[in-house]
């Protein structure tokens, strides 16, 4: 599912976001990756979603190879993906119904039926009454559960999540992540990047620790994941 070999990021003119990461994730995985601020999380999912290109190194995912000869479409590739974004990158002409319902159109699935499975995923997240509202009139915390409900209506192979309870309190993180580990147990592959260490230690799932772009711990965990 998941595979980087010392992989390496470095930015002009000779700024070094990751030096030597290796890092294995099977199917139904669920990992933390947790660091302070600069420690290289933003930059290791941007490679994972093939924003970024490393320097050097190996990385597959979701068995494609991710590097400068990639030889496969993008957009196909983010289709296996569900992906939360730390700005959420939501469309501000578009409803919010229509924000979370825009994967499944991608997809192919009729308008009523990516419309019902929208409003249904909504109303699990407690924003069934914004479905017709536009993202700019909605809190940064309303903004960010229309963000994960974006990524997992499609059913993706892998769910990448960029501090997904950043704006948050504690009832809707819980929401939050209630829904990645439901997915999870579906065998979905969940790889969340955060500095809350209170529901790191909560979850009790593998966590992989950043400092300044160098891996200096992976940890097992107690929990297992869906598959």
Not at 25 to 50: E, M, N, R
Not at 95 to 119: C, F, I
Request: glycine share 10%; hydrophobic share 45%; charged share 20%.
């Amino acid at each position: 599912m998941l595979s980087l070999r010392n992989i390496s990021k470095v930015y002009p003119p000779a700024q070094t976001a990751l030096a030597g990461v290796t890092l294995e994730a099977k199917q139904g995985d669920f990992i933390f990756v947790a660091g302070a601020s600069g420690a290289g999380k933003s930059t290791l999912l941007k490679l994972i979603y093939g924003a970024e290109l490393p320097t050097a190194g190996e990385l597959v995912v979701c068995d494609a190879p991710l590097n400068a000869n990639r030889k496969f479409a993008l957009p196909q590739f983010r289709r296996q993906l569900g992906i939360i974004f730390q700005d959420y990158k939501l469309l501000p002409r578009q409803t919010v119904l229509d924000n979370v319902a825009l994967s499944l159109e991608v997809q192919g699935v009729p308008l009523t039926a990516r419309r019902r499975r929208a409003r249904a995923l909504l109303e699990e997240i407690g924003l069934g009454d914004k479905a017709d509202q536009f993202p700019p009139v909605l809190s940064g915390g309303e903004q960010q559960r229309v963000a994960v409900a974006r990524a997992l209506i499609h059913r993706p192979r892998l769910i990448l999540a960029d501090e997904p309870t950043g704006n948050l309190d504690h009832e809707m993180a819980k929401i939050v992540f209630d829904l990645l580990m439901e997915a999870n147990a579906g065998g979905v592959t969940v790889v969340v990047a955060t500095h809350d260490l209170a529901m790191i230690e909560n979850l009790g799932f593998r966590t992989v620790v950043l400092d300044r772009g160098k891996i200096l711990g992976d940890f097992e965990g107690s929990r297992r994941g869906g598959i």
